[in-house]
Each structure stands twice: as C-alpha cells, then as structure tokens.
C-alpha cells in the first residue's frame, strides 16, 4: 500500500465512489457523501500534522463510517425527546 504522502489526487477520487457506497450500507439514513468528506478533511489535517497513514483507503473507510454514526447521533441530539403520555 501507499502512504498518504504517495497518494496522488486521482487515488482520492478513485476511492471517494467506494467509500460513499460503504458509508451508505453500513449508516443507511446519513448523508454519506457528508460523511465521507468529513473524515477526508481530518485525513487531511492529521497528514499536515505529520501524521502517516499507511493505508489511506481502508482508513478513510472506517474514518467516514465513524463520521456517519457520529453524525447521526448528532441528529439525535438536535430533535426533541418524545414524551409518552402518562396513563392513569
């Protein structure tokens, strides 16, 4: 495999079409194109830190699909608890 310093632009796009695709089955209900560029930015930024990442295709795989759970969990977070009406 290639590091992420080997990695040409036309490997990302390459892999982007699988990755949306398994963020997709593995998260249904997410929008997996938005998970899949989250964690390509933090690819991204863990690279300019110095980071390697020796197998950036599988990495950003499993990256976008923690993105995508993360993502719903968020949503969540942002709508309102249903109560149940109390029976008396």
């Known amino acids: 495999m290639t ?11 390459v892999h982007r079409r699988n990755v949306v695709r398994s963020v997709a089955a593995r998260v249904p ?3 997996a194109e938005e998970a899949t560029s989250r964690a390509l930015e933090k690819m991204v930024r ?5 980071a390697t990442i ?5 990495y950003w795989r499993r990256a976008a ?3 995508a759970i993360s993502m719903t969990r968020e949503a ?5 608890s249903r109560t149940t009406p109390s029976r008396t």
């Not at 992420?4 to 990302?12: S, V």
């Not at 969540?76 to 309102?80: I, W």
């Open 3 to 13: 590091t992420t310093g080997d990695l040409r632009i036309d490997d990302w796009v």
């Open 29 to 31: 209900g997410i929008d």
């Open 46 to 50: 863990l690279h300019t830190t110095g």
């Open 54 to 58: 020796t197998d950036p295709a599988p």
């Open 65 to 67: 699909v923690n993105e």
């Open 76 to 80: 969540g977070r942002t709508t309102p």
